[in-house]
């Protein structure tokens, strides 16, 4: 059984720094592209980062430069960490999977609720 669990969300000053986690099980970690979505109230859910093939990451321009998305295959987890954290990042962010040859795979974490707000 696949599982992703999200961790590391909360309440959190503008200017501060969080980091979220994604302990993934029930696959073979490396031979996936994790990535981190979110959606705050009333919009759609929106690409933050993601590893493509080839290890390049995709960000988005709003955050570039203040997250990072990290992997460790040793412990098949994924992380994003975030700096400079602004009321608009507040959202619930998601941690995603999406197999490296077959992109058809793909897995959803439940979640996890990131507030920026003093």
């Known amino acids: 059984q696949v599982r992703l669990v999200e961790s590391g969300g909360g309440l959190v000053q503008p200017g501060g720094s969080l980091r979220l986690s994604c302990r993934t099980s029930?696959?073979?970690?490396?031979?996936?592209?994790p990535g981190w979505y979110r959606q705050a109230p009333g919009k759609q859910r929106e690409l933050v980062a993601a590893?493509?093939?080839?290890?390049?990451?995709n960000t988005a321009d709003s955050v570039k430069g203040r997250f990072t998305i990290t992997r460790d295959g040793g412990n098949n987890t994924a992380y994003l960490h975030m700096n400079s954290l602004k009321p608009e990042d507040t959202a619930v962010y998601y941690c995603?999977?999406?197999?490296?040859?077959?992109?058809?795979?793909?897995?959803w974490g439940q979640g996890t609720q990131v507030t920026v707000s003093s």
């Open positions: 590893f493509t093939k080839g290890g390049v990451t």
């Open positions: 029930g696959i073979i970690f490396n031979l996936y592209n």
């Open positions: 995603n999977l999406v197999h490296n040859r077959e992109n058809w795979r793909t897995y």
